[in-house]
């Protein structure tokens, strides 16, 4: 199943989904046993977990983004309160690193991240100011992110409740709601 590293892209390695199965082991004396295997689907097919972390991670290091991978991995540990102990960290900034997370512009956090690691990256970005309904916080939103939320309930992390959104004048053109 293993590809060369030189031909693989993220996208082939980025997890669909969970997968898991019991596997048989022994089927002799008084009694069968069972092992589980637990793995991901990729574009490559079902991956042993083991192999899937093998392989992302030769991957990161042949495109030498073991730094950004560093970051990811500090995003995560920090951010992701429901994860515990490193190695689940580690496979979920993994995770993350496969597909892209960090250039996604519907991403949450696809602000505070970059703005942190990569603030280049927010120069081409494009960025919209909203204020909440609730307590009247300006937030800014990339405009996928301001047009997805926009007209719906969005959940304002500066006093924990759902509102909505109304732009400002801060914006230099107005962006509606499509």
Known sequence: ???AIANLSFSDLKVRYFTGRSILISDTGQGKRYQYRNGCMTALGDLEISEWREMITELIAYRSEQELQKQLYEWCAEHTLWLHGKSEITDYALE?????????????????FNRKYRP????SAELIWAKTACCGTTQQFTVPQYQKICGQNFFCRTCNEWT???????????????
């Not at 280049?120 to 120069?123: E, F, G, R």
């Not at 909505?164 to 499509?178: A, E």
Request: proline share 8%; glycine share 0%.
């Open 1 to 3: 199943m293993k590809k």
């Open 96 to 112: 993350c690193h496969a597909a892209r997370l960090f250039d996604d512009p519907l991403w949450a956090d696809y602000i505070p």
């Open 120 to 123: 280049n990256v927010l120069d």
């Open 164 to 178: 909505t959104l109304i732009p400002t004048k801060q914006n230099s053109r107005r962006k509606d709601c499509t």
